[in-house]
């Protein structure tokens, strides 16, 4: 009986290591960001969304501040040569007018907007090294006209901040020691000067 009882909680232990370790694995998407330390951006916008006033300028600088704050070097077009160890983040806003049915005029717009991390691979089958998208996201918006820059711009961010936490992910930052810590809070501090 109690050999039973063992190689049961035995089995279930393994299923739960099991289980622990499958939810803990990285996907395809996060392996692909590992090692990355610079990337260029490229923002592609469409007729409509410019003629809205989102521009190339507002969206690319919104993702370049966005990776800068997160320890990224961001290469500028004058920077990046189009060489094959610096990967490509590309902003993509594709939109559509949405037309009042009644008076025929713009009432809006609808988007796709899509964020995605294109870098050199090398092709299992035949060794050959090609320029692919590795990590991609997207989300389908519809605004009105006055507030679609606003709502492309944030939505965007929130692609950009999938794309860091799958980075962050796969590229897990050492967390310094105590003594290390320079800009320690209060608590912290009151505690240890409480200790005897």
């Known amino acids: 009986m109690k050999t039973k009882k063992f190689w049961f909680l035995a089995g279930l232990l393994s299923m739960c290591l099991v289980a622990v370790c499958i ?28 003629n809205v006033g989102l521009s190339e300028y507002q969206v690319r600088t919104d993702v370049e501040l966005k990776l800068r704050r997160n320890g990224f070097k961001v290469l500028s077009k004058q920077g990046y040569s189009g060489d094959m160890l610096t990967p490509v983040l590309k902003v993509t806003i594709t939109s559509h007018p949405v037309r009042d049915q009644y008076t025929n005029t713009m009432a809006g717009l609808a988007a796709s907007v899509n964020v995605s991390l294109s870098q050199y691979v090398r092709l299992v089958r035949n060794e050959n090294i090609v320029m692919a998208a590795t990590w991609a996201d997207g989300s389908i918006i519809v605004s009105n006209t ?24 796969a ?26």
């Open 23 to 50: 939810a803990n694995a990285l996907t395809d998407m996060q392996l692909s960001t590992e090692g990355i330390d610079a990337l260029h951006v490229m923002v592609f916008l469409g007729d409509s969304t410019i």
């Open 146 to 169: 006055q507030e679609y820059p606003q709502y492309a711009r944030r939505v965007v961010s929130d692609l950009v901040d999938a794309f860091l936490n799958d980075y962050l992910a």
């Open 171 to 196: 590229n897990p930052k050492e967390q310094p020691t105590k003594g290390e810590v320079k800009n320690r809070d209060i608590f912290d501090q009151v505690e240890e000067s409480t200790k005897p």
